[in-house]
């Protein structure tokens, strides 16, 4: 199962964010057993560094998340064809857009995310709760 990995749900799992970690960790499991083979776009790279570093104040942490991440999951190019294509989806989130994009050009067989407001894509968005459930 092809999987693209929202930022929100990455966060999860490295800051351990109460409610959502377990979920989160649960999928993070899936994609070191190889049950589930996960992309995440560039673009929610830089996000994550960014966060990763303010929350923790650390920049080794930040460097560490992305090299957990780079270690599991393919990266979507963002270029100007993916940032051409979310403009045409005129979603009210670009960044929601740009994954969306991303997906579709990938191709994956769904997006996992708590934004589940993404319902302009053709590309099947899943809660991580319903993820793990199809495990």
Same mark, same amino acid.
């Given at each position: 199962? #092809? +999987? %693209?990995?929202?930022?929100? @749900?990455?966060?999860?799992?490295?800051?351990?964010? /109460?409610?959502?970690?377990?979920?989160?960790?649960?999928?993070?499991?899936?994609?070191?057993?190889?049950?589930?083979?996960?992309?995440?776009?560039?673009?929610?790279?830089?996000?994550?560094?960014?966060?990763?570093?303010?929350?923790?104040?650390?920049?080794?942490?930040?460097?560490?998340?992305?090299? #957990? +991440? %780079?270690?599991?999951?393919? @990266?979507?190019?963002?270029?100007?064809?993916?940032? /051409?294509?979310?403009?045409?989806?005129?979603?009210?989130?670009?960044?929601?857009?740009?994954?969306?994009?991303?997906?579709?050009?990938?191709?994956?067989?769904?997006?996992?995310?708590?934004?589940?407001?993404?319902?302009?894509?053709?590309?099947?968005?899943?809660?991580?709760?319903?993820?793990?459930?199809?495990?």
């Amino acid at each position: 199962m #092809k +999987i %693209l990995f929202d930022t929100n @749900v990455l966060l999860d799992a490295l800051l351990n964010r /109460e409610p959502f970690v377990n979920e989160a960790r649960t999928l993070m499991q899936a994609v070191d057993r190889e049950q589930i083979i996960a992309y995440v776009t560039a673009t929610t790279l830089t996000d994550i560094f960014y966060i990763v570093r303010k929350h923790t104040k650390s920049y080794q942490q930040a460097n560490q998340a992305l090299t #957990k +991440i %780079l270690s599991s999951m393919e @990266v979507c190019q963002v270029d100007r064809k993916i940032i /051409e294509q979310a403009i045409v989806l005129d979603c009210k989130d670009f960044e929601d857009a740009i994954q969306i994009a991303c997906a579709i050009a990938q191709p994956v067989d769904a997006i996992v995310s708590r934004n589940l407001d993404l319902v302009r894509s053709s590309i099947p968005i899943l809660s991580p709760l319903e993820l793990c459930e199809q495990l």
